[in-house]
């Protein structure tokens, strides 16, 4: 079992910059691809970003430029650097442990959840 705490959420003025940890604990994250979700009020969770157990990044468009990913396998946790947010980027964001080493853009692509870390960007 694999348990993620989420961490460095808070709110923001627009153009601002928060970066957000998720500590893993029970259970080695090594060999996994690991990612980033979020869920917005009314609407579904959608992928932000994703690093691979080699470090290679991809994210969605949305956060490309602005967004950075980045790994510490030796602590078991991953990092998202958001910069140039904005007031779209309010959500709750979920960091999650995938089944293999790439990971995918797809929810059930992943074994485990973190409770999440609200973000809220005012205008």
């Not at 694999?2 to 080695?28: I, Y």
């Not at 009314?42 to 490309?64: L, M, N, P, Q």
């Amino acid at each position: 079992q694999v348990q993620l705490v989420e961490s460095g959420g808070g709110l923001v003025q627009a153009g601002g910059s928060l970066n957000l940890s998720c500590a893993a604990s029970g259970r080695t994250i090594g060999g996994r691809a690991m990612g980033w979700f979020r869920q917005a009020p009314g609407k579904e969770r959608e992928f932000v970003s994703r690093i691979t157990y080699s470090g290679s990044t991809y994210y969605a468009d949305f956060v490309k430029g602005r967004f950075t990913m980045s790994r510490d396998n030796a602590k078991n946790t991953v990092y998202l650097q958001m910069n140039s947010l904005k007031p779209e980027d309010t959500a709750v964001y979920y960091c999650a442990v995938a089944s293999d080493s790439f990971g995918q853009t797809t929810l059930w692509a992943y074994d485990y959840w973190g409770q999440g870390t609200q973000v809220t960007v005012s205008s």
